[in-house]
T-cell receptor, first 113, second 110 residues
Framework: DVKVTQSSRYLVKRTGEKVFLECVQD?????MFWYRQDPGLGLRLIYF???????EKGDIPEGYSVSREKKERFSLILESASTNQTSMYLC????????????FGQGTRLTVV | GENVEQHPSTLSVQEGDSAVIKCTYS??????FPWYKQELGKRPQLIID?????GEKKDQRIAVTLNKTAKHFSLHITETQPEDSAVYFC?????????FGTGTRLTIIP
């Protein structure tokens, strides 16, 4: 069974804080993704990575950055959290680039106050 | 980039009836179309997918159809059951990124 694990289920941060969301997968997948889920907007791609130390912008990268130092770990960074970044964040991994099943983590509900 | 539109946003059906959810996509190069189910409080999980070289795929009560000419694909659930209640997302892989639709909240009425 593929496991994608996100470090926190719930987080509450203050405006202006630097926030790290961590994601680890145990299936040796090369491809990892960060999505943001908001009601009525579906899942929107923030950043993705097809290899270690590689990153590409998704559809809504503004205000975010990522880090992938090891194959199994993909981190999402909010450099200076703002209230409009309050959302559910989902990490995913897949074997082949956007051509096979994406396995999702359990999600991190981030609230910025 | 890819644009995926999904309809309806909400759908209620009587238990035992069929449910149909429709999606359209914009990138003619898309060749992989998965459907995900997300139950309340849980992560999205793949329920069925289709590739561009086939027009239809079935898995028990679930089927997906693809019309590449019209750039639309649909999810069909027959003999619906209470456990089918969830949010369903379609996706397409234009520009080598999975772009998701906005979701359909399906409610099965007992």
């Amino acid at each position: 069974d593929v496991k994608v694990t996100q470090s926190s289920r719930y987080l509450v941060k203050r405006t202006g804080e630097k926030v790290f969301l961590e994601c680890v997968q145990d299936m040796d997948h090369e491809n990892m993704f960060w999505y943001r889920q908001d009601p009525g907007l579906g899942l929107r791609l923030i950043y993705f990575s097809y290899d270690v130390k590689m990153k590409e912008k998704g559809d809504i990268p503004e205000g975010y950055s990522v880090s992938r130092e090891k194959k199994e770990r993909f981190s999402l960074i909010l450099e200076s959290a703002s209230t409009n970044q309050t959302s559910m964040y989902l990490c995913a991994s897949s074997l082949a680039r956007a051509r096979t099943e994406a396995f999702f983590g359990q999600g991190t509900r981030l609230t910025v106050v | 980039g890819e644009n995926v539109e999904q309809h309806p946003s909400t759908l209620s059906v009587q238990e035992g009836d069929s449910a149909v959810i429709k999606c359209t996509y914009s990138d003619s190069a898309s060749n992989y179309f998965p459907w995900y189910k997300q139950e309340l409080g849980k992560r999205p999980q793949l329920i069925i997918d289709i590739r561009s070289n086939v027009g239809e795929k079935k898995d028990q009560r679930i089927a997906v159809t693809l019309n590449k000419t019209a750039k639309h694909f649909s999810l069909h659930i027959t003999e619906t059951q209470p456990e089918d209640s969830a949010v369903y997302f379609c996706a397409a892989n234009g520009n080598e990124k999975l772009t998701f639709g906005t979701g359909t909240r399906l409610t099965i009425i007992p």
